[in-house]
């Protein structure tokens, strides 16, 4: 089954730095999806990768997936509190389950 | 409207009640999931639903009964749980079903405790 791998598992920055989370896919990569989650609340979707190489971004957050790596990297540029929350890299599965989830990365942002 | 709605927010039950979670959506999605998510891990599969029919049971124990009663509504019905049921309970829509590139929308979740 579809396993993904995130890291850091968490994530203290100070707010105006940058950072990168990582997710490691243990097979082919389909498609990558990117959400954001506030503790006890729903999911937020960020972004969708498709192709090998894609890149995305959406105001200063952006997404990258290296097909061949099995690999895609989420970047912040000069974060802020409001990007404090679990960020989970998800993928299609394999067989018949849809989207799986990695375990998060728990990003804080102190100032 | 690109809303999922779960009510309720907050729901707690002793191991003999029954109770059920509410998800809707006016999206026109045709697809409807229910995960489960306990705390610090990551939200994991219960069932779809496609076209108001079951498409996948994740195995899941059947004091959970789900329930599609047309398009836009999502049932979960709850009977007879154990305290280790307690988690957050998330629904999702997606236009279709499809095993690839299919973006969900996620509702908000009901944090459910059983005493």
């Known amino acids: 089954s579809q396993e993904l791998e995130q890291s850091p598992q968490s994530l203290i920055v100070q707010e105006g730095k940058n950072l990168t989370i990582n997710c490691t896919s243990s097979k082919t990569l389909y498609g990558l999806y990117w959400y954001k989650q506030k503790y006890g609340e729903g999911l937020i979707f960020l972004m969708m990768?498709?192709?090998?190489?894609e890149e995305k971004s959406h105001e200063k957050i952006t997404a990258k997936l290296d097909e061949k790596k099995q690999q895609s990297s989420l970047h912040i540029t000069a974060s802020q509190p409001s990007h404090a929350g679990i960020y989970l890299c998800?993928?299609?599965?394999?067989?018949?389950?849809?989207?799986?989830f990695g375990k998060g990365t728990r990003l804080s942002v102190i100032a | 409207d690109t809303e999922v709605t779960q009510t309720p927010k907050h729901l707690v039950m002793g191991m003999t009640n029954k109770k059920s979670l509410k998800c809707e959506q006016h999206?026109?999605?045709?697809?409807m999931y229910w995960y489960k998510q306990k705390a610090k891990k990551p939200p994991e599969l219960m069932f779809v639903y496609s076209y108001e029919k079951l498409s996948i049971n994740e195995s899941v124990p059947s004091r959970f009964s789900p329930e599609c009663p047309n398009s836009s509504l999502l049932n979960l019905h709850l009977h007879a749980l154990q305290p280790e049921d307690s988690a957050l309970y998330l629904c999702a829509s997606s236009q279709v079903y499809q095993l690839y590139n299919e973006k969900l929308f996620f509702g908000s979740g009901t944090q459910l405790s059983v005493l």
């Open positions: 999206m026109g999605h045709r697809a």
């Open positions: 990768l498709q192709k090998g190489g």
């Open positions: 998800g993928a299609d599965g394999s067989g018949n389950t849809p989207l799986v």
